[in-house]
């Protein structure tokens, strides 16, 4: 599944394919669709792990492309197979959402939530305070959780624990100020590395993962930058990978 560093990178590219052109059809869209036809789109952006269109109206589509979502874009008519709905602009272009199983998604002006994103001003401390307080979740999982914070997934959830040097096990409500000053640090420069890498070496993806600069989550590694062997384990049935460097707060 792709993350917030790729999506951020895939935004981008569609901002700058895609601006201003007029949305000519929605397959498979219901009588909302109305609200979008003939629109011109003003911009492409991500709020967590989701793809927003913004047309001139001011209504949004939003994509989430779940766990085998892929974005497909085209000079057809034609969309490709596995297609579970598609964008066509009104100059020909088509971009298209593919998956196998069927379970991306398209929502028409997605409702606004109060969890903030995780690059967000509102992802701060007093808010990362708020949350670890009391709390006996592993902080592995407290940070995948979509309803605490928005956008961070397993690949990265390891590589900001890796940096923060944080055991993925530790119990969230017993890492003290300084840890969590630390983990927050992590969060930001983990994600902003992440996305001007991604930038850098792939200009114009908008599919995939690009996974190849990762620490310590990345299939085959054996050691850490420090060092140290690489671990793994399972946590909510995705695989954690980890070192000893990594301080464990019970």
């Known amino acids: 599944m792709p993350e917030l560093p790729d999506l951020e990178v ?11 052109k007029k949305l000519k059809a929605i397959s498979k869209a219901g009588a909302w669709k109305k609200d979008f036809l003939r629109q011109p789109l003003q911009k492409v952006y991500r709020e967590g792990k989701e793809l927003r269109f913004l047309f001139k109206n001011g209504h949004k589509l939003g994509v989430h492309l779940m766990l085998h979502g892929k974005l497909v874009l085209a000079d057809t008519d034609d969309p ?23 379970k991306a998604r398209l929502t028409p002006d997605p409702e606004p939530t109060n969890v ?3 690059l967000s ?19 592995k999982k407290l940070l995948t959780d979509q309803h605490k914070v928005r956008g961070i997934g397993n ?19 017993q890492i003290p100020p300084d840890a969590a000053a630390k983990l927050l640090r992590s969060v930001k420069k983990v994600l902003k590395d992440a996305v001007k890498k991604i930038s850098k070496d792939h200009p114009d993806i908008i599919a995939g993962e690009v996974r190849d600069f990762m ?15 690489i671990e793994h384990a399972e946590i909510n049935g995705r695989t954690t990978y980890y070192t000893s460097e990594q301080v464990e707060y019970q």
Not at 10 to 20: A, C
Not at 91 to 99: H, I, N, Q, R
Not at 155 to 173: C, M, V
């Open 10 to 20: 895939f935004s981008k590219h569609l901002q700058r394919k895609l601006k201003g």
């Open 80 to 102: 490709p197979p596995h297609t579970v709905f598609s964008l066509q602009f009104a100059d020909g272009s088509l971009l298209a959402v593919t998956d196998w199983q069927k």
């Open 116 to 118: 903030p994103d995780a």
């Open 121 to 139: 001003a509102d992802f701060s401390s007093a808010y990362l305070k708020q949350q670890l307080e009391g709390s006996r979740a592993a902080i």
């Open 155 to 173: 690949a990265y959830a390891d590589e900001i624990l890796y940096e923060a040097r944080i055991s993925p096990f530790s119990k969230a409500g």
């Open 215 to 229: 620490k310590v989550h990345k299939h085959g590694k054996e050691k850490s930058p420090g060092g140290k062997r």
